[in-house]
């Protein structure tokens, strides 16, 4: 059964840091990617990375490329996101996905079967 944990979120100051980390089971990351979305109140889910242990791709949107880094750790399942200079429109729930072999680009939401629980970040003052 594929199942995704996030964790890792919290409040933060604007130029702060964090990184979420997403613990995947029921799968290999070997065999399908990660994507990190998040969904701000009021708007629809934004994509932001896609990595793909299998091939070693990444693939950052523009709204993430600087200052967003995806890495992975093989041996205990799990993908992270660190987040530098974060700023209040970065709040938002983000979620991580799978679904796909491999990234083509980032994508919709709708490309992707299955999604964590979401981890809250909060950029305040």
């Known amino acids: 059964q594929v199942k995704l944990v996030e964790s890792g979120g919290g409040l933060v100051q604007p130029g702060g840091s964090l990184r979420l980390s997403c613990a995947a089971s029921?799968?290999?990351?070997?065999?399908?990617?990660i994507v990190w979305f998040r969904q701000a109140p009021g708007k629809g889910r934004e994509g932001l990375v896609c990595i793909s242990t299998g091939d070693g791709t990444i693939y950052y949107e523009t709204s993430a490329n600087g200052r967003f880094t995806a890495s992975r750790d093989k041996a205990k399942n799990t993908v992270f996101l660190q987040m530098n200079s974060l700023n209040v429109d970065d709040t938002a729930v983000y979620y991580c996905g799978t679904g796909l072999k491999l990234c083509v680009g980032v994508g919709d939401a709708s490309w992707y079967d299955y999604w964590g629980q979401g981890t809250q970040v909060t950029v305040s003052s």
């Open positions: 029921g799968f290999t990351l070997d065999d399908y990617v």
